[in-house]
């Protein structure tokens, strides 16, 4: 088997594990039996754990990639949506429960580090919006993305749906917050 097709099967081992049951239950052991891949295998790749696991979410993890020339709405709607694609299929609530919980510190940082890094663009896109005066120059950037964010988390905690109904209604609701007028 090629050395792509490997790593494709651990990470998504890895990925799963990690999506269902958290960070702590993702190790070499686990992700070697639900692979098929071999434990030296695996440590031929990676040093350790940590490295297996960084490697795994940097390999779903990318900077999100507005679409150009949204109107504003258009554009909270898209990062809605994306917010819940990515809690929902690559996050997923195991590892929501345990930065919550912070049950593996240094997992929480990676992730800390890794939303980061993937909103910064969301971030320019609002100020240089904001700067335009497109939206309201007074803006909180950080408190709009961590509310859109966490109303993404709060309905799956909650057990509701985030379909596109749910999107629509969140943008009604938060829309007065960016209004220029």
Same mark, same amino acid.
């Given at each position: ?9 651990? +990470? ?94 240094? +997992? ?19 100020? /240089? ?47 007065? /917050?960016?209004?220029?007028?």
């Amino acid at each position: 088997m090629s050395e792509v097709g490997i790593e494709e099967r651990i +990470f998504r081992a890895a990925l799963e594990i990690l999506r269902k049951r958290g960070p702590l239950a993702v190790s070499v052991e686990s992700v070697a039996a639900a692979s098929g891949v071999a434990k030296t295998t695996i440590y031929r790749r990676f040093q350790n754990r940590e490295e297996m696991l960084t490697s795994a979410v940097a390999s779903v993890s990318s900077v999100a990639v507005i679409p150009d020339d949204l109107p504003t709405e258009d554009m909270i709607r898209w990062v809605l949506s994306h917010a819940r694609d990515t809690i929902e299929n690559v996050v997923g609530r195991g590892t929501l429960a345990a930065v919550v919980m912070d049950s593996d510190p240094e +997992f929480t940082t990676l992730l800390r580090g890794m939303i980061r890094t993937t909103t910064a663009p969301l971030r320019d896109e609002i100020r /240089a919006r904001a700067q335009r005066g497109e939206i309201r120059r007074d803006l909180d950037v950080e408190l709009i993305i961590s509310l859109l964010l966490g109303g993404v988390v709060a309905e799956m905690i909650r057990g509701r749906p985030t379909d596109d109904a749910w999107v629509e209604s969140v943008l009604t609701l938060v829309w007065p /917050a960016f209004d220029a007028r």
